[in-house]
Structures are given as structure tokens and as C-alpha cells.
């Protein structure tokens, strides 16, 4: 290596360092959990069974300054309510709250808010979300197709688009609307709907396909079907699963399909779906 060469690697090298920027670390900090300090959170997950003398525990090196806010619906008021706020020691704060249960168990309703800490003098602040229920993280209304319902006979069938990405810290709960029609005005046998999953099982059963009867009637209110989601040994949920309605109904003979959804179902949700442990006996399952 030359004189030159030398002199312009080393002229890089001291600019590049003279570049560097110290980030400074602040002395500052609000830290939460909810059973060891070890383990800390930012967000709660309220089980559906709801919680009585729930705790949450703030650690921190400032003066804080506290408030919540919860979603409100003419039947969920006041879900979430805070009952003691206490500095057990100094920098260790205790939040003792209760939390209601859903009504039903089964219900696909979602419920929220957020706690938040601030000490706005050092311009430090936490945001805590407090989440019950299901979040949705797939939805197909069929909007696009006629009469924003997918209709199917039995020379047709319908398949969804590609699932979204799934992770692997909670379950897949499946929930659609089906009924059916006819011009048929002798029908006698039942109205079946098949649902096949390709890339994953269904609790119930542990197969790739559901067949449920379906009600006569003139619109989904009350023809809900939900179904738990497993993936098996051969069998893998991913972002390529896909789903197919089908009937072997004869052309006289009308299924509609519409709201599909899936939702991310915790392991404590299980528990007050089920009512059972039966499932982690499933040695020949594993569960996402």
C-alpha cells in the first residue's frame, strides 16, 4: 500500500469517527408488571371471565401523574374500573382495578382502553393498553360480490383469499353467517354447508372439513357459526391457508355465506370457551 492510499484510509477512519454521535441514556424510567419484575408488560388482557382485585405494578423514578380511559357501549359501562391507587414503597406503585366479565363467553365482542403515566416536568410518559375479547385480524364481508353475499348451489363453491400471516402466540377462532333459501317448496332433507380449510384442522373434530346444517330463513341474524382452528402434525396454518364454503345441496336450493372472520383467541380464552382442558391432551396436535 502506497503513502497515498495510506493517508486517505486514515483520513476516512477519523472523519467516520468524528461522525459519531453519543445518544444519551436517560436516568429516567417507568417500567410496569403484573406478577414479577422480570416479566414487564405494555398491555393488559382482561380473560372473559373478567378479573376481581386485578393488580398492576408501576416502578419508577419520577412523580407520576395517572388516568384511563375505557370503551363505553350501552351495555359495557364502567367495565373497567380502578379501585386503589397505592405507592407501596417509594417508586413502586400498585393499581388494584376490577374488570367485568363478558356476558357471553362466546361472544366476538372486542372491548379496550388504555391506561397512561406520565411525569410530563421530564417530558416521560407509558401508554398501557387494556384489551378483552377477540381482536379480528382477518374480515371478508363480501362486499364485492352480488348482493354483498356469497351464494352458492350445488354446482359452486366459493374459496377466500389467502390468510393473513399468523403468529404463534394464540389461536385462530373462525366465525361466519349462513342460511339458506329455496324454491323448493317440498323440501324435506336437511340444508348442508361444507367448510374446508386447507392448511390447518378444526377443533371440533381435527379434520380439514366441517359440515354444519344450515336454517331456512331470510338473513343472518341468527345463523352464526364459530369454530376453533388447530394446526396438526402434516397440517400448518400459515399465510397460505385458505378456505372453501361448498354444498351438496340441489339447485332449488340456496346457502348464503357472509361476515367471515377469524380472531386471535388466548390460551385463558380457551378456558371459558370450553369449559375443558381436553385439548393439551392432543399429543399428536400442535397448537399455534
Keep these: 500500500m502506497n503513502n497515498k492510499a495510506l493517508i486517505l484510509l486514515v483520513s476516512i477512519a477519523a472523519l467516520l469517527c468524528s461522525c459519531t454521535v453519543d445518544v444519551p441514556t436517560r436516568d429516567e424510567y417507568i417500567k410496569v408488571y403484573e406478577t414479577t419484575p422480570d416479566q414487564l408488560v405494555d398491555g393488559i388482557q382482561v380473560p372473559f371471565a373478567g378479573v376481581q382485585d386485578g393488580q398492576i405494578h408501576i416502578l419508577s423514578n419520577v412523580e407520576l401523574q395517572w388516568k384511563y380511559f375505557m370503551s363505553q357501549t350501552a351495555v359495557y359501562k364502567d367495565w373497567f374500573k380502578i379501585k386503589s391507587v397505592e405507592e407501596v414503597e417509594p417508586g413502586h406503585t400498585v393499581i388494584t382495578y376490577d374488570a367485568e366479565s363478558l356476558l357471553d363467553l362466546n361472544s366476538l365482542e372486542w372491548r379496550g382502553g388504555r391506561l397512561s403515566f406520565s411525569c410530563p416536568e421530564k417530558s416521560l410518559g407509558k401508554f398501557l393498553t387494556v384489551d378483552q375479547g377477540h381482536d379480528v385480524i382477518f374480515s371478508e364481508p363480501f362486499d364485492s360480490e352480488p348482493q354483498g353475499v356469497v351464494t352458492l348451489t350445488g354446482k359452486q363453491s366459493y374459496m377466500t383469499e389467502e390468510y393473513p400471516v399468523l403468529n404463534t402466540d394464540y389461536y385462530d377462532y373462525i366465525?361466519?353467517?349462513?342460511?339458506?333459501?329455496?324454491?323448493?317448496k317440498f323440501l324435506s332433507k336437511s340444508?348442508?354447508?361444507?367448510i374446508t380449510i386447507s392448511g390447518g384442522l378444526f377443533y371440533d373434530t381435527g379434520l380439514t372439513t366441517?359440515?354444519?346444517?344450515?336454517?331456512?330463513?331470510?338473513?343472518?341474524?341468527?345463523?352464526?357459526?364459530?369454530?376453533?382452528?388447530?394446526?396438526?402434525?402434516?397440517?400448518?396454518?400459515?399465510?397460505?391457508?385458505?378456505?372453501?364454503?361448498?354444498?351438496?345441496?340441489?339447485?332449488?336450493?340456496?346457502?348464503?355465506?357472509?361476515?367471515?372472520?377469524?380472531?386471535?383467541?388466548?390460551?385463558?380464552?380457551?378456558?371459558?370457551?370450553?369449559?375443558?382442558?381436553?385439548?393439551?391432551?392432543?399429543?399428536?396436535?400442535?397448537?399455534i
Excluded at 177 to 184: C, E, I, K, P, V
Design 210 to 287: 366441517f359440515r354444519v346444517n344450515v336454517p331456512l330463513g331470510d338473513g343472518p341474524d341468527k345463523s352464526n357459526f364459530k369454530y376453533l382452528l388447530i394446526q396438526g402434525k402434516d397440517e400448518r396454518l400459515s399465510a397460505n391457508t385458505k378456505f372453501t364454503f361448498s354444498t351438496a345441496n340441489d339447485d332449488l336450493v340456496y346457502v348464503h355465506v357472509d361476515n367471515f372472520a377469524a380472531y386471535k383467541v388466548t390460551e385463558a380464552d380457551i378456558f371459558n370457551m370450553f369449559g375443558d382442558e381436553d385439548y393439551l391432551e392432543e399429543e399428536e396436535s400442535d397448537w
Design 175 to 184: 366465525s361466519f353467517n349462513a342460511w339458506a333459501t329455496s324454491d323448493n
Design 191 to 194: 340444508i348442508t354447508l361444507d
